[in-house]
């Protein structure tokens, strides 16, 4: 999405919002590449690669795919962990995020994340944003991004359709992971790889407008000017 979209098109109008965490509302990047950089060094990985691919997908699946044969998966993983939940300097809150989150009413916003809650709560607290009451985290789904179990979940346990809500991703995974939701998904940031059709872009939320209000049956009606 660019200028030249016609403002009807940049109106999106959903009763819920589904967040994911790293790189849509909390900039982590030195932090992860940090992580991920100690962990290529060590088995003489390509961190490029690594980092290209690990996107919004959990740690656990990107230790799977480069660890070396016959490493502990599950051990590497939790050492990769417990380094990123001691690790808070340079997280910051995307542009907007906070003045956005505060806008939207709270019992119609998710969390859905490839983190899990222990860190999930380490990195929002340190970006100062509030945690959503309804957390999707790593350990409360069987398969990760991009597969959309945590998507279809988050919505249902807002009570909300998929089709009336708005997902906002930053990844590729995740953002494939909206999509096979059938969840409006808007892409944020510079990482989001080529955009499936119908997917909207915006750079962060600075210039984004929301508005907040209730239908005739008292139903949460949100709407995004983007």
Partial sequence: MDASTPAANRTLTCGAVLFDMDGTLVDSTAVVEQVWGEFAARYGLDLGEILRTSHGVQARDTVTRFAPAGADVTALTA???????????????????????????????????????????????????????????????????????????????????????????????????????CIRTVAVGPNTGPLPAGVLHIQDYSAVVVETGKDDDGRTVISFRL
């Fill in 79 to 181: 050492e990769l962990g417990a380094m990123e939940r001691v690790r808070t300097q340079g997280i910051v809150p995307l542009p907007g995020a906070a003045s956005l989150l505060a806008a939207l009413p709270p019992d119609a916003v998710a969390l859905v994340t490839s983190a899990d809650r222990i860190l999930a709560d380490i990195r929002m607290n340190a970006a100062g944003l509030p945690m959503p009451a309804i957390a999707v985290t790593a350990e409360l789904v069987t398969r990760g991004k991009p597969d959309p179990e945590g998507y279809l979940k988050a919505a249902a346990n807002l009570g909300v359709d998929p089709a009336d809500a708005v997902v906002f991703e930053d990844a590729p995974a995740g953002i494939a992971a909206g999509v096979a939701a």
